[in-house]
């Protein structure tokens, strides 16, 4: 999951759900995160499927 640092999830709970989650957090972003901030998104992108395959 990659969402900002607005207080749209809760992720400290996100990760008691599901242990195993990779969860990435954007900063300056909002709702639009891949418009908004496609730096970070493209980067989280490529380092999750860096550790996934």
Do not use: C, K, W
């Not at 999951?1 to 954007?26: K, N, W």
């Amino acid at each position: 999951m990659i969402g900002t640092d607005a207080p749209f999830a809760d992720y400290a709970h996100l990760t008691r759900l599901v242990s195993e989650a990779h969860i990435g957090q954007t900063t300056g972003s909002g709702h639009f995160v891949q418009l908004e901030v496609p730096a970070q998104m493209n980067a989280m992108l490529d380092r999750h499927l860096e550790i996934t395959r």
